[in-house]
């Protein structure tokens, strides 16, 4: 059974009652509430001792998901060096919609990780642009959001390993939606919906892509690893 811990500031559901609307036991709970019995699923949020995230959780952890927006700057230093050196070790991480702005996801990708959006974005068309890759399974040829947050090219990441999504929105915006990449031992999985006046995590096939996400970020034995002077 893949551990899974599903990370979130929770700040938003609890300061805007128009974000409680929308989710009011937090975004964590609605992400976790995507994954089925065959996870073993913890949440941790911002404002608990260490985030949540002691060395003993991420240890027992084989996939972190990471929301997070108001907050980064308040994610402490020592955290974020735990999970960076975590995910280098093997943990998977999917990172989601703001979270590109995080410190930890900075670090791993070593970009500004900016872009441009609008608030009030319409209708959003999120392609499948790499049909044969894990992530994508059981989907359809695009999944139609009618309402989100409009994020748009130039993102300022590495070129993906994979890229298996590309959003068009109703005002003719393109972006990178769904980027693979891997660092060390670690797959992460940038997934761009997910804004928090927007009900996108009850919709099933964003449930969906979460799942495959989890499924291919979780760690694999491969190959020992040695470092270091030989005899």
Known sequence: MVAVTVWNEFRHEREDDDVAAVYPDGIHEAIAGAL????????????????????????????????????????????????HDRVLEGMGLIVLHSGHYAKLFKRLMGTSCSLQYREDGGTERLWVVDPGHPIADGLDEYIELPETEMYGEPFDVPEPDRLVFTSWFEGGEVFRSGCCYRRGNGRIFYFRPGHETYPIYENEAIRRVLRNAVAWASPTDGSPRTFGARE
Do not use: M
Request: hydrophobic share 40%; aromatic share 4%.
């Open 36 to 83: 089925d019995a065959d996870h073993d699923v913890r949440t941790a949020t911002l404002d608990e001792p260490e985030h949540g995230l002691t060395e003993g959780v991420l240890e027992s952890t084989d996939v972190l998901l990471w929301w997070g927006h108001e907050a980064h700057d308040a994610v402490a230093d020592a955290v974020v060096d735990r999970v």
